[in-house]
């Protein structure tokens, strides 16, 4: 099979199942044929050169694609074509991988249905009535539905595993510093990571491996080793040590959910691991810390959205403080300005100790929670959200309800440790997630684990 069928069966399947799917924002489809010519003709001299030869990816719009539309799903970036490749675009090129388009996600990467995108709302494969979940919705949506064999995300505070979870594919949230941040749209500097959404655990670890590692254009980038995953997945996770913390199978998780938990922890059981109960005591203090100290980060990171140097400018100002004021105000959709407006709050001077300065401190609590129970067991495991996919318009009339649906993947950011979301099931047809958290750079048994139990 050539690097050209395979491009011609993604663009296919695009051609069947996006009227109704509608996870893509642009398709690059000319480039996408020249470069599969490309592979094909140097194929025949040299054979493939990498494990992802040609095989067509989809890309979370959110990353900057070299003269390629990136909108981050905003009015504000409609028509921006960036300059340069994000360095996670730059190892695809390396790995020779093919860009198929850019996929729809929540604006600026602020939500978890894909609601909120500035252009169109992407299905969940499983229910057509159903959001895909979010940010990273399109990016979960393309794969579970056959369009790209895989996909990149980014995940802030749930946005990778949450739509993996609600699509039923895998999604990875690697440790923060593994995956350069280079040319990813910053919403939360200090939380965002890049990562792989895969149809399975192995496509997930040869995608990370290609992706991962340090980079000197990220100044938070990690100078660690990229270990190989691929050998960790052997299946053997004999005396394994799992931790369930009881916060995570507490009130608001749904029932049917508990009980995929409490069968891939008898599985796991029978493949060798031991599991106890813990706690993780700060817990419920996540969600409050993390719309805090994110929204902080994100009124300074969108403060370069003014008009002047990238994307959209209103064309009806008088001077220069209406061209900015009306400008954000045109460009920017209501939940975007909704965090502005709170963060702006937050980091202003007289609240920064009360709320922001709190807040950090609140986070090193929730990361100490962590590195305690890490002092005893090898993986965390729960539940990736608290219900399957819900409908639209179901969590759009109150915007804490739609937060509340991010209570189990969030604090996985805050302490900065890597987690996956794997397949474990069903609730009336809709595909469930387990989540599997592992220590700082460990995304190895992480993988282990997830592989094991798939
Ligand atoms: N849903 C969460 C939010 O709205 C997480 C988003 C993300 O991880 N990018 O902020």
């Known amino acids: 099979i050539s690097v050209s069928d395979l491009v011609d069966e993604s663009y296919k399947r695009i051609g069947e199942v996006e009227g109704k799917v509608q996870a893509f924002l642009?398709?690059?489809e000319e480039n996408a044929r020249t470069t599969a010519k490309a592979l094909d003709e140097k194929a025949v001299q040299n054979g493939p050169?990498?494990?992802?030869?040609?095989?067509?990816i989809g890309i979370k719009d959110n990353l900057v694609t070299n003269g390629l539309r990136t909108t981050a799903a905003s009015k504000i970036l409609e028509n921006f074509h960036p300059i340069y490749d994000a360095t996670v675009i730059q190892k695809l090129k390396q790995a020779e991988t093919v860009t198929i388009g850019k996929l729809n996600m929540d604006e600026f990467a602020m939500g978890s249905s894909n609601e909120n995108s500035g252009f169109q709302k992407t299905h969940n494969p499983w229910d057509l009535d159903r959001v895909p979940g979010g940010s990273s919705g399109g990016s979960a949506a393309?794969?579970?539905?056959?369009?790209?064999l895989f996909s990149l995300g980014s995940d802030t505070g749930g946005s990778i595993r949450q739509p993996a979870s609600f699509c039923g594919v895998v999604g990875m949230k690697p440790t923060y510093g593994l995956v350069s941040r280079f040319g990813l749209i910053a919403f939360a500097s200090s939380l965002d990571q890049i990562g792989p959404i895969t149809r399975n655990v192995e496509d997930n670890a040869y995608l990370l491996t290609a992706i991962a590692g340090y980079d000197e254009m990220d100044s938070t980038s990690a100078k660690?080793?990229?270990p190989d995953y691929i050998a960790s997945l052997n299946g053997d996770i004999k005396g394994l040590k799992i931790a369930v913390p009881k916060e995570y199978?507490?009130?608001g998780v749904n029932e049917e959910i508990r009980k995929s938990v409490m069968d891939a922890l008898a599985v796991l059981e029978q493949l060798g691991a031991t599991w106890e109960e813990v706690s993780l005591p700060h817990s419920k203090y996540a969600l409050a810390t993390y719309y805090l100290l994110s929204s902080s980060e994100a009124s300074a990171n969108l403060a370069r959205f003014?008009?002047?140097?990238y994307g959209y400018r209103t064309p009806?100002?008088?001077?220069?403080?209406e061209m900015y004021k009306k400008t954000r105000a045109e460009g920017f959709g209501e939940e975007v300005k909704r965090r502005i407006m709170l963060g702006t709050f937050a980091l202003s001077s007289g609240y920064y100790d009360a709320y922001y300065k709190k807040a950090q401190k609140v986070r090193t609590l929730?990361?100490?929670?962590?590195?305690?129970v890490f002092e005893q067991y090898d993986v965390i495991v729960g539940p990736t959200t608290p219900t399957p996919a819900f409908k639209f318009g179901e969590n759009t009339s109150d915007p804490l309800t739609m937060y509340a649906n991010d209570i189990l993947t969030i604090p996985v950011n805050l302490a900065g440790v890597p987690a996956i979301s794997v397949p474990c099931g069903f609730d009336q047809g809709l595909p469930l997630g387990l989540q599997i958290i592992g220590r700082h750079f460990d995304e190895s048994t992480v993988y282990k684990v997830a592989h094991a139990f798939e």
């Open 366 to 372: 929730i990361k100490q929670d962590f590195e305690k």
């Open 26 to 28: 642009t398709l690059d």
């Open 316 to 321: 009806n100002a008088e001077n220069l403080i």
């Open 224 to 226: 660690v080793d990229v």
């Open 142 to 148: 393309s794969v579970a539905a056959g369009e790209v």
């Open 306 to 309: 003014d008009g002047v140097r």
């Open 249 to 251: 199978l507490g009130e």
């Open 49 to 56: 050169t990498s494990k992802l030869y040609g095989l067509p």
